[in-house]
Structures are given as C-alpha cells and as structure tokens.
C-alpha cells in the first residue's frame, strides 16, 4: 500500500492545483484534473475503493469536456457563463445520486470485496454529477462539494490514504471560498445582463 505514497503526493498537489485554478475560472485547472485523476485510478484500485477509481476514470474524460466547455462552449463560443439551478435541477441531481447509490452500493456489497460500498457509491455518483456541474459553470457546485468531500474524508481515513483525507479537509475550506467567489462573480454577472 505504501509504494504509491509518493505518487498520492503529487495528485494530491496536483488535485489543489486544480482547485484553485477552478475557483479563479481559470481552464488550466482541467490540466490538473487530467494528471491527478490519472494516478488517483491506480491508487483507488489499489486500496479496494472500486467506485473511487471509476469515477477518476470519469474525472479524466470531464477534464478534457470542462476544458472544451470553458473555452469554446456557450452560445458564443466563447465560453460558457457562471449560472444556478432551480429547485427542481437539484431535487433531480439529488435523488438520481442516492437511487444510483443505493444500486451501485448492494451490487458492490453483494459482488466485490468493496470498502464502504455504498459510502464510496455516494461519493462518487454526488461527484459525477456535480463534476457536471463544474464544467457548466454551476455557482451550485461548491455547495454539492462540501458534503462529498466531508463524507469522503471518512473514506479516505478508513483507507489509510491521510494525504487524500487532508487534501479533502483543505477542500471543504476552498470549496466555501469558491463558492463565495462564484456567487459575487455570478450576481455581478447577474447586473451587467441587465
């Protein structure tokens, strides 16, 4: 388990990297995103964390779609703009994250050797949608981030992985500043349109 110590070091500065390239709007964090999700596949396979490692393979494809959608989606080609969702947007991302959850947890209960199925299954399908929502520009987003990032902290301590545990910890303080900092840049957004 410990042989890719070094390498849980480079995608987790990697992974910060990325979080705060993000939280200035800035494409180069999809780089980032790409290289650490990368070894973050290996790693998560190593330790029995099944759902992990798929949804970094998931990651890897979202960096490449965040990147194209930041640069040349939207109307204009130009990029897309900050936006929210409605109450009914996240009654749907919401209840499709815990039906795939629950399916996923008792298929990886009954079928694998799986830590934490149904942990590791909400961690990861709430990811998957709101890696979403990050490359569409969703001030939401951060919000989402805050409770996935708090359970999989838990995860991560029960694997053992205490740099990946820490880089959440420091997650869930970005993920509030990027919240804050999307939101002002949303509403300033908001007042020019109008």
């Known amino acids: 388990m410990f042989e890719w110590l070094g390498l849980e070091t480079i995608a987790v500065v990697l992974g910060i990297a ?12 999809w780089y980032c995103a790409f290289i650490s999700t990368g070894i973050y ?9 099944y759902m992990e490692s798929a949804l970094n393979a998931y990651y890897m494809v979202m960096a490449v779609y965040g990147w194209y959608q930041w640069q040349r989606g939207g ?4 990029g897309i703009r900050l936006s929210a969702w409605g109450v009914k947007n996240h009654l749907s991302a919401i209840g499709l994250v815990l039906v795939l959850s629950a399916v996923s947890g008792y298929l990886l209960s009954q079928n694998t050797d799986a830590r934490m199925p149904y942990i590791d299954s909400f ?10 929502m990050v490359a569409r520009k969703v001030i939401e ?7 996935i990032d708090s359970v999989s902290i838990f995860l991560y301590i029960d694997r053992e992985l205490y740099q990946t545990a820490g880089l959440f910890a420091l997650y869930l303080v970005l993920a509030v500043i990027g ?11 908001q007042q020019l349109s109008s």
């Open 141 to 147: 987003n951060w919000l989402y981030w805050i409770v």
């Open 75 to 78: 109307n204009s080609s130009e």
């Open 18 to 29: 990325y979080l705060l390239f993000a939280m200035r709007e800035n494409s180069l964090c």
């Open 123 to 132: 961690t990861t399908w709430g990811s998957v949608i709101t890696t979403y």
């Open 179 to 189: 919240y804050l900092a999307w939101r002002k840049a949303y509403l300033e957004q």
């Open 41 to 49: 596949i290996w790693i998560f396979g190593d330790v029995s964390l």
